[in-house]
């Protein structure tokens, strides 16, 4: 059963969520590999191995942007209303920020393959530019891990403001985007 029109919902719907805490480990999970990468040898087939497992994961982070933007764009849920006042657009103004950086990273990440001349596990080879532009790979390169490295910062910074309005507002705005059932009001 669905609330009525002119109830506006109390917490995200099951598909917002799942592609939330996917983005969010994913994200996590990218930018661990990025920071190991380089600790291998050059030529080791283990960073080859995690460089390619990194684009892999990636091109998947893309998909689920991709499908999150949808999903808020097209489904017929509806989403919470921010909250009122400074607070509110505090958090909207944080979303903003978080999308933006998530699509400057799934596009970057492509870029930043092929810009390298990077192999997927050796079935896939990206063609790189002429070798005269490693100019364009240290910008493409850097590009990405600033905004790897700003996205992490941010949600954090969200995370410890739903932990504040948890913990000391004692508002619903965590439990709208915990999975499970909402709890009883």
Known sequence: MTAPEHIPPSRYNGGMIALHWLSAVMVAALWIIGQVIDVFPRDSMLRGAMRSSHILLGLSLFVIVLLRLAWRRLSRHRIPPPEPGW???????????????????????????????????????????????????????????????????????????ALLHHLLLRDDTLRRMLPGRPRAT
């Open 87 to 161: 607070m509110g657009r505090a958090g909207g103004l944080m979303h903003l920020a978080l999308y933006a950086l998530l699509l400057v990273l799934v596009i970057g990440g492509p870029l930043n393959a092929w810009v390298r001349g990077d192999s997927v596990f050796g079935l896939f080879q990206f063609t790189a530019p002429a070798p005269d532009a490693r100019w364009l790979r240290g910008l493409v390169g850097e590009v990405h891990e600033l905004a790897a490295n700003t996205i992490l910062v941010l949600a954090g910074m969200h995370a410890v403001a």
